[in-house]
C-alpha cells in the first residue's frame, strides 16, 4: 500500500457526461501527479501540482483540468467525455515538487465511457 | 521523432537466473532515468532513479545501468523469483525550463515471467 488512495475505484459513464476523479496524497506530501494508462498510449502524464499551485503540464487535454486543494487532496475533472477517454487514471504523490524524486502511486480509477 | 522502446515481447526465464530487460530512446535528453514495476490492476511501484552521470545503481538483487552515449538503460534481477513477475516500466526524466521541474515519460513496459 503507497498511502496514496483514488476514489472511486471504477466508473462507467456515457459519452458526453463530465466525471470527478479524486485523490489524497501520501501523509506529507506536497506534490500531487496525474497520469492516464490505456493499452495503446502507455502511461502518460497529465498534469503536476505542488501545494496548490500547477508545476508542470503533459499531454493534458482542454477537456481535462485538475486542482489540488488547500488540504493537499487534488481532483481531476474530465467532461464532454469520448469513448477514448476510456482508461485507467491514476495519480501519484512525492513529498516535494523537483525532479529526481520519486513518485507513490495510487491504485488508480478505471474509468469506462459508453 | 521521439522514442522509448521496451521489449513489447514477454521475458521468460527460470527461477534463480538474471533477468535483463532493456529501454532505448531516441530523440530525448533525459536528466535521469526510472523504473517501476507494475502488477496487473494496479499502480506503478518505483524501483530505482539513476542520474545521467552515473553508469550504475544497485539495491539488493537490482541493478541499473544508463549509457547516454548509446541512449539505453539496461535493468538487471539477480537470482530472479516467481514473485519478481510483472511488468517493468522504464520512465525517463525530463527537465523542464529552468525550474527545478521536470516530468516522467514512460515506456510501454515489458512483462517479465519467472517460471519455477
Known amino acids: 500500500d503507497s498511502g496514496v488512495t483514488q476514489t472511486p475505484k471504477h466508473l462507467i459513464t456515457a459519452t458526453g457526461q463530465r466525471v470527478t476523479l479524486r485523490c489524497s496524497p501520501r501523509?506529507?506530501?506536497?506534490?500531487v501527479y496525474w497520469y492516464q494508462q490505456s493499452l495503446d498510449q502507455g502511461l502518460q502524464f497529465l498534469i503536476q501540482?505542488?501545494?496548490?499551485?500547477?508545476?508542470a503540464k503533459g499531454n493534458i487535454l482542454e477537456r481535462f483540468s485538475a486542482q489540488q486543494f488547500p488540504d493537499l487532496h487534488s481532483e481531476l475533472n474530465l467532461s464532454s467525455l469520448e469513448l477514448g477517454d476510456s482508461a485507467l487514471y491514476f495519480c501519484?504523490?512525492?513529498?516535494?515538487?523537483?525532479?529526481?524524486?520519486?513518485?507513490?502511486f495510487g491504485p488508480g480509477t478505471r474509468l469506462t465511457v459508453l | 521523432s521521439q522514442k522509448i522502446e521496451q521489449n513489447s515481447e514477454a521475458l521468460n526465464i527460470q527461477e534463480g537466473k538474471t533477468a535483463t530487460l532493456t529501454c532505448n530512446y531516441t530523440?530525448?535528453?533525459?536528466?535521469?532515468l526510472q523504473w517501476y514495476r507494475q502488477d496487473p490492476g494496479r499502480g506503478p511501484v518505483f524501483l530505482l532513479l539513476?542520474?545521467?552521470?552515473?553508469k550504475e545503481k544497485r539495491k539488493e538483487r537490482l541493478k541499473v545501468t544508463f549509457d547516454t552515449t548509446l541512449k539505453q538503460s539496461l535493468f538487471h534481477i539477480t537470482a530472479s523469483q516467481p514473485a519478481d513477475s510483472a511488468t517493468y516500466l522504464c520512465?525517463?526524466?525530463?527537465?523542464?525550463?529552468?525550474?527545478?521541474?521536470?516530468?516522467?515519460?514512460f515506456g510501454q513496459g515489458t512483462t517479465l515471467q519467472v517460471k519455477p
Open positions: 530523440n530525448y535528453s533525459p536528466a535521469y
Open positions: 501523509s506529507g506530501d506536497l506534490s
Open positions: 539513476i542520474r545521467e552521470n552515473e
Open positions: 520512465a525517463l526524466g525530463i527537465l523542464l525550463g529552468s525550474s527545478n521541474t521536470g516530468k516522467l515519460i
Open positions: 501519484a504523490s512525492s513529498l516535494v515538487a523537483g525532479v529526481y524524486n520519486e513518485q507513490f
Open positions: 501540482y505542488y501545494n496548490g499551485e500547477e508545476r
